[in-house]
């Protein structure tokens, strides 16, 4: 019945590696979101898709590639792993904007460890 | 969106209710009053929001003052599993097809104690 799921939990590699997380909502929602939670709990918009078109993309680094198969799924692809990469990610849909009431439910977050 | 202050942290005796205030003096009109809270190792929960009318749900009530400059989150009978930090967001509505950024700020640590 989870809402919002992401794999893997846990993701530990080492620097220079590529890796990938995945996401998925069954909530039929239209826009799916990256967020990041770094080491001091502040958590960050990355990016967010409406219906699989990129509309929001918060000044992440070029190695960061989100992929929207279809509305229901949005990977995060991660190139030349860096420490400061190091964080947790969260997933996160809501339904299409209607008024300004639309939540946003998420994911339990993946958290990327960069050795 | 507005900007939102909240107290670093609160405690509330389990069963009792907790009252988590948030400023937001510079609120526009159209912009919603968001409560979110995150529980240690997990994802942000939606726990209500409101325009201009006190709403109330499940979770929790959502207390607006008139001016909007304000609102207070209400867990009736705070537990245990209560704990975590809450979130207070302001957000404007955005056109069909696009997003809005839900910004979160450093939000109160609520511990609920016996």
């Known amino acids: 019945d989870t809402a919002v799921s992401q794999t893997p939990k846990y993701l530990v590699t080492q620097m220079g590696n590529d890796k990938s997380i995945k996401c998925e909502q069954n909530l039929g929602h239209d826009t799916m979101y990256w967020y990041k939670q770094d080491s001091k709990k502040f958590l960050k918009i990355m990016f967010s898709?409406?219906?699989?078109?990129?509309?929001i993309n918060e000044t992440v680094p070029n190695r960061f590639s989100p992929k929207s198969p279809d509305k229901a799924h949005l990977n995060l692809h991660i190139n030349s792993l860096e420490l400061g990469d190091s964080a947790v990610y969260f997933c996160a849909s809501s339904q299409r904007e209607t008024g300004g009431d639309s939540p946003l439910h998420f994911g339990n977050g993946t958290r990327l460890t960069v050795t | 969106d507005a900007k939102t202050t909240q107290p670093t942290s609160m405690d509330c005796a389990e069963g009792r209710a907790a009252n988590l205030p948030c400023n937001h003096s510079?609120?526009?009109?159209?912009?919603?009053v968001y409560w979110y809270r995150q529980i240690h190792s997990q994802g942000p929960q939606y726990i209500i929001h409101?325009?201009?009318n006190n709403e109330t749900n499940e979770m929790a009530s959502l207390i607006i003052t008139e001016d909007r400059k304000s609102s207070t989150l209400i867990l009736p009978h705070a537990t245990l599993r209560d704990t975590a930090v809450y979130y207070c967001?302001?957000?404007?509505?955005?056109?069909?097809?696009?997003?809005?950024?839900?910004?979160f700020g450093t939000g109160t640590r609520l511990q609920v104690t016996l």
């Open positions: 898709y409406n219906n699989k078109e990129l509309i």
């Open positions: 510079t609120i526009s009109g159209n912009e919603y």
């Open positions: 967001i302001v957000r404007a509505p955005r056109p069909t097809g696009t997003a809005s950024k839900l910004t």
């Open positions: 409101g325009l201009k």
